[in-house]
């Protein structure tokens, strides 16, 4: 088409062909320059969506993190002892409500297992405790309203492991005690805790070992025991496992729990359960469907009665399962979720790169 068009020109205007060759090499070059601004018109209407997302979050309210009708007495709290009042909680104005007048009792120390299907309301009553939504009706730790309470005072008196588990970018010292609160040997005696000591120092940096983004260089189980590490550092007389071993091996599952029963013997202890044997031997067991409490009781009674919810959830046990789920919660056995437990110590290595690397157990 230009090639005519020279032609056209040539015949038309009189131009010679030196100007018809230079104008052909011209409108080369622009015909470059128009499909590179169509790329990068492309390009900026692509990454405008991302301007949108920023704009979206600016224009979020922030939380009120300061700001509390009343002030926590010191130390608070000092038992653990939690209770809701007639407690309801929707994730929006115009939808249902995900937990419906919840209302219970629990002690201090207790250990609490939550089981229920998909959707049944099991983080949402999590989620009520730390006030990501703003629930209806009351919630008292140790005898205070906590609604009433400012954020901060609330969320730094509580510790949750969540089923993902957050790693920062930065010194393993930093994961761990992100404002330098600690010692060294209060640092190396939750390390001990959670069996991660000779894997620490197997690395040349020890705790100034660098972790990357997400703790991409650690094994999911790794990344869980240093969350569990870092509660242990915090203290706090309630914590809070959000389906922590959901997505972790039997070995590690079996050190979590056994760190939780030594370290937080004295704490309220509340868990989501990804397998019934974590929290069979618990104190009671509360079993939510769609946002109700439809049994709260010892988990052995409960068993027993067959229209309960964790009865309707071994059934979908193998028998062996089954048979281990009622021999835990009636005392006949005590938790062992590894026959042969190898200790994590055997399990994992951490390499002069400070990279995990699996012996043939694990990849297993």
């Not at 959670?194 to 940096?205: E, G, P, R, T, Y």
Request: hydrophobic share 40%; with cysteine.
């Amino acid at each position: 088409m230009t090639l005519f068009a020279c032609i056209f020109l040539k015949d038309n205007l009189g131009l010679k062909s030196g100007q018809i060759g230079l104008l052909m090499v011209y409108l080369f070059q622009l015909f470059d320059l128009f499909q590179w601004c169509v790329v990068l018109s492309t390009m900026v209407e692509n990454l405008m969506t991302s301007i949108e997302r920023i704009v979206e979050y600016t224009n979020i309210p922030s939380e009120p993190l300061k700001e509390g009708k009343i002030e926590p007495p010191i130390n608070w709290p000092t038992s653990g002892e939690i209770k809701f009042e007639n407690v309801s909680l929707s994730y929006d104005k115009n939808l249902p409500n995900v937990l419906k007048g919840i209302s219970l009792n629990i002690n201090s120390g207790e250990k609490i297992g939550i089981v229920g299907r998909t959707g049944a309301g099991k983080s949402s009553f999590f989620q009520a405790i730390f006030r990501m939504y703003e629930p209806k009706g009351k919630i008292f730790i140790d005898g205070v309203d906590i609604t009433q309470l400012s954020l901060n005072n609330l969320r730094t008196k509580l510790t949750i492991i969540p089923q993902e588990p957050v790693l920062f970018s930065g010194t393993l010292r930093l994961n761990l005690d992100p404002f330098g609160k600690y010692s060294d040997q209060e640092i190396w005696s939750a390390i001990e805790s959670v069996s991660l000591k000779n894997s620490v120092q197997s690395m040349n940096s020890g705790l100034d070992s660098l972790i990357t983004t997400g703790g991409t260089n650690l094994s999911v189980g790794q990344k869980q025991l240093i969350c569990l590490a870092r509660a242990i550092l915090k203290k706090t007389k309630i914590l809070i496992i959000d389906e922590a071993t959901a997505n972790v091996d039997y070995n590690t599952d079996a050190i979590i729990q056994r760190t939780i029963r030594d370290q937080f013997k004295d704490c309220t202890v509340l868990t989501i359960a990804h397998r019934l044997a974590t929290v069979v031997d618990s104190d009671r067991i509360l079993c939510l469907s769609e946002g109700n409490i439809i049994n709260f009781g010892v988990p052995k009674e409960l068993l027993s009665d067959q229209t309960s919810i964790l009865y309707e959830l071994t059934k979908k046990l193998s028998p062996n399962e089954k048979k281990l789920i009622f021999d835990i919660a009636n005392g006949v056995k005590k938790v062992d979720l590894v026959q042969d437990h190898v200790p994590i110590e055997n399990d994992f290595a951490i390499s002069d790169e400070d990279t995990i690397i699996f012996d043939q157990t694990e990849q297993i």
